[in-house]
């Protein structure tokens, strides 16, 4: 089976972001990050600020906050609100077109279809530190309590909602250490394996 949806999976600081927009253009095919957050704000009802704080992320006080979260007369959560709103964005954006989605347990969403590629990207602490001290102009301190804390929410979020481990390799397709490989390699590992799919390797 041909893979027309890709979905990447990242640790905080490794580039997976970058690489997964490099790879969308190449290919010619539609990206998906940062803009879903307006389209789940419409699905749930909620501000656009809300969702971008909690798609993704846990709750900042970690699971118990799932667990214990204020639930209406249906037993479901405002935390349990944005991800049904969520996988309904991902699952219509993958059923559209084939294209690139960062994040939001989109491997896991999107598990019953056989066209999806889905990667997770990691690296290196040193390297990942010095990305974030560039990109957010930080400490070194504050790099690794930024990457410590993205990374606990993530994790937290996709392992109460997937029944799965976050970052664990057999939960995806392509593990690929961007520190060890570079954004470039991962990106050509990425393209050749939808080679098939869009019939040449940019």
């Not at 580039?15 to 290919?27: M, P």
């Not at 419409?42 to 909690?54: A, D, R, T």
């Not at 990942?128 to 504050?142: A, F």
Request: proline letters at 2%.
């Amino acid at each position: 089976m041909t893979k027309r949806i890709i979905t990447i999976s990242r640790e905080f600081g490794s580039g997976g972001r970058f690489i997964g927009e490099v790879v969308a253009k190449k290919l010619s095919v539609a990206y998906y990050d940062k803009d879903i957050i307006g389209r789940i704000a419409e699905q749930s009802g909620l501000s656009p600020e809300y969702i971008k704080e909690n798609a993704e992320l846990s709750p900042k006080k970690g699971l118990f906050a799932y667990a214990f979260a204020g639930r209406d007369i249906t037993g479901k959560s405002i935390e349990d609100m944005v991800y049904a709103a969520q996988r309904k964005v991902i699952l219509e954006l993958a059923g559209k077109e084939p294209c690139v989605i960062v994040g939001r347990n989109a491997d896991y969403i999107l598990k019953d279809r056989d066209d999806v590629l889905n990667v997770f990207i990691h690296g290196d602490m040193p390297e990942k530190t010095q990305r974030i001290m560039g990109l957010y102009n930080v400490e070194e301190k504050e790099a690794v309590k930024m990457m410590a804390d993205t990374d606990k929410r993530r994790m937290t979020n996709y392992n109460f909602y997937t029944e799965q481990k976050w970052g664990k390799a057999s939960n995806y397709t392509l593990c690929l250490n961007s520190s060890q490989l570079g954004y470039d390699r991962c990106e050509k590992i990425i393209m050749e394996c939808c080679k098939q799919t869009y019939g040449k390797i940019c």
